[in-house]
């Protein structure tokens, strides 16, 4: 998406997802823009953005733990995830964390 | 920088700041990579992680809220905020988070 994400008064949650990709990119784009579209519909969903250039960081925003577990859990969500560490990424990390405090401008 | 973060076993914090430019980015570059190298040099920092396309994200990790205190109020660190705010972002978000579970592959 190419708005900042409009979320709520802190606390909430966020998975702060970056990774590098490997040279085997094939259905990388199209899986990515399929699991944005799948993770708004979720229960708990407040938001999503993303970037890359050499690195590519994705932040989605959820309302609760629980809500950040059943995306995890998600049967599609598992095989992308599958295709992600078997073929697409050299290397990701992801961080689970708890937004304390806001400030926009 | 081009790899990822190499952040200890959490809790750990982090900001995430998430950006949209305005038409006038004359100086923004060059000030984004003189305040990521001054970051590296502050006490408490573990890492930073960034990406631009239409959006910007940049994540810095850090030991403590303390730490992120300090980053904020260096004194050309707050030049930079003030360029910032007054010429190069149409807008911005900045979340200050703790990071309490990750996994890495």
Redesign the interface.
């Known amino acids: 998406m190419?708005?900042?994400?409009k979320?709520p008064k802190?606390p909430y949650y966020?998975v702060?997802f970056?990774?590098?990709l490997s040279n085997d990119t094939e259905g990388y784009a199209a899986m990515g823009t399929r699991m944005e579209a799948l993770a708004t519909t979720q229960a708990g969903f407040l938001g999503i953005?993303?970037?890359?250039?050499?690195?590519?960081?994705t932040?989605s925003y959820w309302q609760s733990l629980e809500a950040i577990k059943a995306w995890k859990q998600n049967a599609e969500h598992i095989e992308a995830q599958q295709m992600g560490?078997a073929r697409w990424?050299s290397?990701?990390?992801?961080?689970?964390?708890?937004?304390?405090?806001?400030?926009?401008?």
Chains 1, 2 share one sequence.
Do not use: Q
């Open positions: 190419t708005t900042l994400a979320t802190p966020c702060i970056t990774s590098r953005e993303s970037a890359r250039e050499e690195l590519g960081i932040v560490k990424y290397e990701f990390a992801i961080r689970i964390s708890k937004v304390e405090r806001d400030y926009f401008m």
